[in-house]
């Protein structure tokens, strides 16, 4: 039997930061209500700057402008209801907050949008989604800034595709 292929998982995700407090958005999951900064799956047909933007709208809202890159993280979890092996591949991005779109409906299964200071997020360390929240807000507190030049995405990416023959369009 063939071992199956390793399929990291890739996410975005943005830490924001405005007048000392931290963005986080709280929702729910299978394990109860967890916290997480704006983060999701990367989509077909976007650079890894422009899905932390769309992110950052879904789940809390508001504009959002990426103009440094943190870094990669990867982190392995279990999925807890069919305890399948799964590795998050994050590529996190910081920048400039714009616009809030206060009659926009958040994303579904996100509870609501909180402001945390670093020792808020430190002490809720238990509710995080995932271990790399806070790896993340002590990379952007330790001053970790990357050009966003270090994430290179080739423009077919950004092609869409045309259906292999015999797929349907």
Known sequence: ???????????????????????LI???????????????HLEPGETPAQGCAREVLEEAAHDFTPTAFLGVYLARSRKNTTGEDQTYLRLA?????????????????IVR????????????AARHRSPLVLKCIEDYIAGVRHPLSAVHSDPSLLKV?????????
């Not at 709280?26 to 999701?40: M, Q, V, Y």
């Not at 949008?113 to 809720?124: F, H, Q, Y």
């Open 1 to 23: 039997m063939p071992a199956s292929r390793w399929n990291p998982r890739v996410t975005v995700a943005a830490v924001i930061e405005k007048d000392g407090r931290f963005l």
């Open 161 to 169: 595709p045309a259906p292999a023959r015999g797929e349907r369009e």
């Open 93 to 109: 991005f910081c920048g400039e907050l714009g616009a809030h779109h206060a009659g926009r409906a958040l994303d579904d299964g």
């Open 26 to 40: 709280e929702e729910e999951t299978a394990l109860g209500l967890k916290l997480n900064t704006p983060a999701g």
């Open 113 to 124: 949008t909180l402001w945390m200071t670093a020792d808020e997020v430190r002490k809720s």
